[in-house]
């Protein structure tokens, strides 16, 4: 069964507008942790963000904010005034206790100029 | 501070073949991580590594090792090579042997099957 779940395929927005990512999750851990991570063209996984179960506090950081709720099981991402150099796939990401990262199929997000 | 470092770049194999790809993880690293990825299955988690030990195999065939060394490099070989096992191979490194640690990935190694 699929962790995570991203169900937006593409996101095709202008500059300047902002973009929200959505990711749900699925776990039957209590100690988890999610991971935004970005995918440019060049291949590398940036890590963007990671939030662990027990803090669901939501955090602006720069251009990027995030919106946790563990009783919808989501882990939703928003670029807010995005820019052309934002293009690319987006991952979530979940960890349990298992060693491993459950990736969720990606959004291409194109930022168009 | 060097990233994690992963060779050769781009690999062009012969069907039936085999290949070792390289990993060094970030300098006092001593977790990594290896995933595949493809158009069609997307990014799936190969094995992890913590001071030699395998913690955990993702679900491939037998085909697919890796083994990780004193000074935490790893390396990962696929045997019998198969035309579905054109894939980006990922490398990913994190500090601890917890995962709110975090990872850090490498550039990949574009494994092209002939």
């Known amino acids: 069964a699929q962790k995570v779940t991203q169900a937006q395929t593409e996101i095709s927005v202008v500059e300047k507008e902002d973009v929200t990512l959505d990711c749900v999750y699925e776990?039957?851990?209590?100690?988890?942790?999610l991971f935004w991570y970005k995918q440019p063209p060049s291949g590398e996984l940036v890590f963007l963000i990671r939030r662990n179960s027990f803090d669901e506090q939501n955090e602006i950081s720069g251009r990027y904010s995030w919106n946790f709720q563990k009783s919808t099981s989501s882990f939703n991402f928003t670029i807010t005034a995005s820019q052309v150099v934002d293009s690319a796939v987006y991952f979530c990401a979940l960890s349990e206790n298992d060693y491993k990262l459950s990736f969720g199929a990606g959004t291409t997000v194109t930022v168009r100029a | 501070k060097a990233g994690v470092t992963q060779t050769p770049r781009y690999l062009i194999k012969t069907r039936g073949q085999q290949v070792t790809l390289s990993c060094s993880p970030i300098?006092?690293?001593?977790?990594v991580s290896w995933y595949q990825q493809t158009p069609g299955q997307g990014l799936q988690f190969l094995f992890e590594?913590?001071?030699?030990?395998?913690?955990n195999k993702g679900n491939f065939p037998g085909r697919f090792s890796g083994r990780q060394f004193s000074n935490s490099r790893s390396e990962m070989n696929v045997s019998t090579l198969e035309l579905g096992d054109s894939a980006l191979y990922l490398c990913?490194?994190?500090?601890?042997?917890?995962?709110?640690?975090?990872?850090?990935f490498g550039s990949g190694t574009r494994l092209t099957v002939v």
């Open positions: 590594y913590f001071s030699e030990t395998q913690r």
């Open positions: 776990t039957r851990d209590t100690t988890y942790y």
């Open positions: 990913a490194s994190s500090l601890g042997e917890y995962p709110h640690y975090g990872y850090t």
């Open positions: 300098s006092g690293h001593r977790s």
